[in-house]
């Protein structure tokens, strides 16, 4: 049942008080002239002299399209002359667009809509609280895995769209819940008339990434009917890391020196005696093993030699004296880290910046007009599309725990190729030069502690340890097409049918103009994907795992394991085969062992939106001035159904190292009904020529949060002809979509800083005697707060003690909640528009829009990082921080108090801000340069004063950030455009901007050597301090082309990124990104790329 309630429900009794009044009143003869649409939305078979439009952020007809609502128009056939025909590049590249978009650059990204899927987020808001349109009618999220929650932008058609209209204010009153930051309405082209073909290819300057896209479109207009079908086929090439020269190298450093230089050259390493790594990131190394419960760290394969006792395994670093391990005495470390990192590596290089995809579009659209005086209309809308894309994300690490007893394992002495680890660790510690090194050290450092210098050994210290017996291991290696490659194919079918119709029997009184429309849409897609990898539980069972004796395939422990384990093959992880130095990236040592392990994690998503919607409108007074006050009244009927459904593989989680992905079921309804007045009072007086009120207001029905209502207050006011001053006041809301309501759960793994334990600054070394390995007060420079905070949650923060390794693998878990409350907006805007009237000789409008919109109640998934940082940093030191509930521990043993499983699970909390303005220029001119030469000048840019979040907690303290001028929320964006038109050619430039960025204040690293926190310098007295650099200055791209236009043909060329710039380059641990590039920030990261379109149109008429 619905209850009216305030502004919203002011409106709906409006209008109908509006209406009832209406038919007591006078009826009154309407004169008027006939006005031209500027654009028609929809091709009709009406008669009359006037072509109503519909205009996006209203249910009204008009004469003319215009709109008090703040509206950004991107016509698509301009952006084609640009070479621009994607949706997603155009949506995301308009000025309107902020924060960061998902595009394909996002490969191996874990995302909301799964992979291969492109979102648009307008005012930095989200795709989330950005509603997505075509031609007027909600379009569905479309996605595979999990639980997609937006529409996928890349199923949009390319050449069939005729414009993009961004509603820039609340829409809610007017399409329903999401529309917070505004709406992206596409608009398909109705215009086909005879036969058109039409290509658009693009050819990057350097290799891959070569597209192109061909369409068809028929179509035909008569006075009671139109008809139009389309078919469009695009593909995509892949471009891979190695094909750009800014991603064909390594993810790398980026500093800057107190002085203002950019640093890339690692210092670090080079320092400590290591072999040059240049400027790569030592973050994934493979072809090693790491022999858990002793002091040595990894051990790297070295066939045919070894600095210890390990056979073809060395030792890189010393772990007495934190040099690197110099065995063979050359006075440069024995490994080079450069041959086992993945960062940079072939593989690495091979995998895909931009994924090859392929998509099919079919477009049909028709109606036609009954005879009689009704007029009615019926119509349908169909669309089909597919879409697959291939990505390879590059391989990773593979790294189990290998049993002691196993027939394989390095460290088991009675395997065939196995040793005592122990010992072969006491040869690493008596290899002469190794013994050497340690006495340089030690002496120079401390005297050896007393120790005269040819006694200065390890031995002498006691750190041989003799023999250890068999050891479990865990290899580190990468393995070939391991859980890197992931296809996905997406389907999607949209189907409206309905019926227009007018009501002359509505006429009564000043009642006039009525029409009535009743439609029925269908969206249907449908998403799966496969992605192949390593299964977890084949491997541990061919390491045996659950063998009491280590056998490989035995399992006389009893564990319960999924039928398809059968067939097992003992693997071999010491395979030399696994271990390739250089290429990093290996292979099982013989196809049975592959064929067994490996397996395909499949998905099935299905998303299903049933719109059924029915709108009356028409005209109820005539106003002073003598235009008419219209209404529209409507009802709306919405279900969104999701299932998406993994296998076992996927729902269980069975991959090595891959998180479980449990799916989404459920379907939710919502009833709304809505009203619209507009009062438009036009005089000729002075400081008076028009004033428009528009009053719109919605009421819904969810079916898990009730009732809600939006309202919206829209005025106008031109106090002259040409300058019209505008504001909108509106309320918007958003219910909790399909993914926050009914995903079942994901759990996966990743690595979280635990600040509770000891650090390794207050650990004591083998210099404190005693005290080695115990905790040093006093060089505990953590805060009070933070210690406090731990306590308060169980830990003892002098007693957890890890050796001051401090990073774990953690569980991590996410799901949906029914008990999420919406969230709430208000938003307003204000501002001009003037267009001269001074002269005819040219054209000029210029406007400016301000906007503000305040999200509260912010439905949120925190990382694990905020929940830490939330709960253990909290200056109350109470350790009351709600997010304090979401971190589990074991807390049996006080010395390792190891977090067992952190819940990132969506809750309501903050209060979201966004505040800027919006500019816009158009000058229109004929200038002679021989001939006469139609000049186009179109500006908009944006400014950007406030993207912020508030949250409160509960004790009260007030937690504020502005993200205003950080990445992807530069301060100003704005996008030119040049246009020359003459005889049968037209010259386009187009330029694109975007404001310098920096990091968050708080954010910005402490100037440090590459001794504490920073890798590039050396510090005083030789050398300067430095710090991760993530900032970068304004950035401008331009795009040309010529076209050349016949009657029915036309041929255009020209060139996007006309200088072939690079995008900026900032340090991977501050900003998302690619090699050191950001990605998703508006940024190109292709180059310079030569596009041709041609179109070609048969005179077919009907």
Not at 782 to 799: I, M, Q, S, Y
Not at 1025 to 1037: K, N, Q
């Amino acid at each position: 049942m619905f209850r009216l309630k305030p502004l919203a429900a002011a409106t709906l009794l409006g209008t109908l008080f509006t209406a009832n009044a209406a038919f007591a009143q006078e009826e009154a003869q309407l004169e008027s002239s006939t006005i031209e649409a500027v654009a028609n939305e929809s091709a009709t078979a009406n008669t009359d002299s006037v072509e109503e439009v519909i205009v996006t952020g209203s249910r009204l007809r008009s004469s003319t399209y215009s709109s008090v609502s703040p509206l950004q128009i991107i016509d698509a056939e301009f952006q084609r002359e640009v070479g621009l025909i994607d949706a997603t590049d155009i949506l995301q590249n308009s000025t309107s667009a902020g924060g960061q978009q998902i595009d394909l650059t996002f490969n191996g990204f874990v995302l909301d809509n799964g992979p291969g899927s492109t979102t648009i987020s307008l005012r930095g808001l989200g795709a989330n609280r950005t509603l997505v349109l075509m031609n007027g009618r909600r379009l569905a999220p479309s996605g595979v895995e999990g639980a997609p929650s937006a529409p996928n932008i890349s199923l949009v058609p390319q050449l069939m769209v005729a414009r993009y209209e961004n509603l820039l204010d609340a829409g809610s009153s007017i399409y329903g819940s999401d529309a917070i930051a505004g709406a992206s309405n596409i608009i398909t082209r109705k215009d086909f008339d005879g036969l058109e073909i039409q290509v658009f290819t693009d050819t990057p300057d350097r290799n891959g990434g070569d597209s192109s896209t061909i369409a068809a479109a028929w179509g035909f207009n008569t006075d009671k009917s139109v008809f139009g079908i389309g078919v469009e086929y695009a593909e995509q090439e892949r471009v891979l890391m190695s094909d750009r020269p800014w991603t064909n190298e390594c993810t790398g450093n980026v500093e800057i020196t107190e002085s203002g230089e950019i640093r890339r050259q690692d210092q670090y390493y080079a320092n400590l005696g290591y072999p040059d790594v240049g400027q790569c990131s030592s973050l994934s190394l493979a072809a090693r093993t790491f022999v858990p419960g002793t002091r040595y760290g990894s051990i790297y394969y070295t066939p045919g030699s070894s600095n210890g006792g390990w056979g073809n395994f060395t030792e890189s670093g010393d772990p007495y004296t934190g040099l690197a391990a110099d065995g063979n005495g050359d006075g440069v470390g024995d490994i080079n880290f450069l041959d086992y990192n993945l960062n940079g590596a072939p593989s690495d290089l091979a995998s895909d910046l931009l994924p090859k995809s392929e998509s099919l579009n079919i477009l049909a659209y028709g109606e036609t007009t009954l005879e009689g005086d009704m007029n009615i209309t019926p119509y349908f809308e169909a669309m089909y599309n597919t879409y697959e894309v291939n990505q390879n994300s590059g391989e990773g690490q593979l790294f189990p725990n290998v049993p002691a007893l196993n027939p394989y394992n390095l460290c088991n002495p009675d395997a065939e190729n196995g040793v005592d680890c122990g010992l072969g660790y006491d040869a690493y510690l008596t290899n002469p030069n190794i013994v050497q090194n340690f006495a340089n050290y030690y002496l120079d450092a401390a005297n050896c502690f007393g120790v005269p210098a040819p006694f200065c050994s390890p031995a002498t210290f006691g750190l041989l340890g003799g023999p250890s017996g068999p050891l479990a291991t865990i290899p580190i290696v990468s393995v070939r097409g391991d859980r890197n490659l992931v296809d996905v194919e997406m389907e999607q079918m949209r189907l409206v049918l309905g019926a227009s119709a007018d009501l002359p029997f509505l006429d009564v009184g000043s009642l006039s103009n009525w029409r009535g429309d009743f439609s029925i849409a269908y969206n249907r897609s449908e998403g799966d994907s496969a992605r192949y990898g390593v299964r977890e539980d084949r491997l541990e069972l061919a390491l045996g795992y659950y063998s009491s004796t280590s056998t490989p395939c035995e399992n006389d422990l009893g564990a319960t394991l999924a039928s398809d384990t059968a067939g097992c093959v003992p693997v071999n992880m010491y395979a030399p085969s696994l271990y390739p130095v250089g290429t990093v990236t290996g292979d099982f040592a013989t196809q049975a062992e592959r064929d067994y392990l490996f397996d395909s994690r499949d998905f099935n998503t299905v998303y299903e939106q049933t719109l059924v919607s029915l709108v009356l409108d028409g005209d109820i007074f005539e106003m002073p001035g003598g235009e008419m006050a219209k209404m529209a009244i409507g009802y709306e009927y919405r279900n969104d159904d999701i299932q998406s459904n993994p296998d076992a593989v996927a729902r269980d989680g069975l991959f090595w190292g891959f998180f479980s992905d449990k799916g989404a079921f459920g379907d939710v309804t919502l009833n709304e009904v809505f009203g619209e007045i507009e009062l438009p009072l036009r005089a000729d007086m002075p400081l008076l020529k028009e004033l428009t009120v528009n009053l719109s207001g919605r009421l819904t029905d969810h079916d898990y949060y009730g009732e809600n209502d939006t309202a919206s207050v829209k005025v106008g006011y031109r106090p002259s002809e040409p300058f019209l001053l505008r504001a909108t006041w509106g309320t918007a809301f958003r219910a909790p979509n399909n993914r926050e309501l009914f995903l079942l759960g994901s759990t996966g793994f990743t690595n979280v800083f635990d600040p509770c334990y000891v650090p390794e600054s207050a650990i004591g070394g083998i210099g404190d005697g005693a005290n080695e390995g115990a905790y040093i007060p006093e060089r505990d420079q953590r805060d009070p707060e933070l210690l406090a905070n731990c306590r308060a949650t169980g830990v003892d923060p002098t007693l957890a003690n890890n050796g001051g390794f401090n990073s774990f693998s953690t569980e991590v878990q996410t799901g949906g909640s029914l008990t999420l409350d919406p969230e709430e907006s208000e938003s307003y805007t204000y501002g001009f528009a003037y267009e001269q009237d001074f002269s005819n000789k040219f054209d000029l409008s210029l406007g400016m829009t301000y906007y503000s919109v305040k999200v509260e109640n912010t439905v949120i998934e925190p990382s694990t990082s905020f929940i830490i940082a939330d709960c253990l940093y909290d200056e109350a030191g109470t350790g009351a921080s709600v997010f304090c509930e979401r971190i589990q521990r074991d807390l049996s043993d006080p010395t390792d108090p190891r977090i067992q499983l952190m819940d990132l699970g969506f809750i309501n909390r903050d209060l979201e801000r966004a505040r800027g303005i919006d500019y816009n220029l158009t000058f229109r001119d004929v200038i002679d340069l021989g001939v006469p030469v139609n000049l186009s000048v179109n500006l908009t840019a944006n400014r950007n004063l406030e993207r912020s979040l508030t949250f409160t907690n509960a004790d009260g303290t007030v937690d504020f950030e502005d993200y205003s001028g950080e990445w992807g929320l530069s301060e100003w964006r704005a996008l030119g455009q040049v246009r020359l038109n003459w005889d049968r050619w037209t010259f386009n430039w187009q330029t694109r901007y975007l404001g310098a960025v920096s990091q968050d204040v708080d954010a910005i690293d402490e100037f440090s050597d590459a001794f504490t926190a920073s890798d590039t310098c050396l510090g005083p007295p030789d050398d300067e301090l430095c710090r991760d650099y993530g900032e970068t200055g304004s950035y401008m791209v331009h795009n040309v082309s010529l076209f050349y236009r016949e009657d029915n043909w036309t041929l255009g060329m020209g060139v996007r990124n006309l200088e072939d710039k690079a995008p900026p380059l900032a340090d991977p641990s501050e900003v998302t990104g690619v090699k050191a590039r950001p990605i998703g920030y508006g940024y190109d990261v292709f180059g310079r790329t030569f596009f041709l379109n041609a179109s070609y149109n048969f005179d077919l008429g009907f």
